[in-house]
């Protein structure tokens, strides 16, 4: 009924930037947030950014200062502007829906490598 579509993953240089999407679209539902996860190979699903529907932001530290999360809520469409890329940055990203009552939805995921 819910289904979570992303995009704008892919390759990039150390130091640059990409710009995650996520819409949601289906049954209707209220939204309380919306946010990013990330997982590297051999390693646990971390919260990256999340975005309240009355416009609180949390950011992992590590991301902080280089990652902005942004909502377009007529669009339903979550974003993830990442700029100054590292390696270190390089995960699966998981687009995440809190619905106000129920269970969370999950994105597929898109890949991010940093290298050169």
């Known amino acids: 009924q819910v289904q979570l579509v992303e995009s704008g993953g892919g390759l990039v240089q150390p130091g640059g930037s990409l710009r995650l999407s996520c819409a949601a679209s289906?049954?209707?539902?209220?939204?309380?947030?919306m946010g990013w996860y990330r997982q590297a190979p051999e390693k646990q699903r971390e919260l990256v950014a999340r975005?309240?529907?009355?416009?609180?932001?949390n950011y992992a530290d590590s991301v902080k200062g280089r990652f902005t999360i942004s909502r377009d809520n007529i669009k339903n469409t979550v974003y993830l502007q990442m700029n100054s890329l590292k390696p270190e940055d390089t995960a699966v990203y998981y687009c995440?829906?809190?619905?106000?009552?129920?269970?969370?939805?999950w994105g597929k995921g898109t890949l991010v490598t940093v290298s050169s």
């Open positions: 995440n829906v809190e619905p106000t009552f129920g269970m969370d939805y």
């Open positions: 975005l309240t529907s009355s416009g609180f932001t």
């Open positions: 289906g049954s209707s539902f209220t939204i309380n947030a």
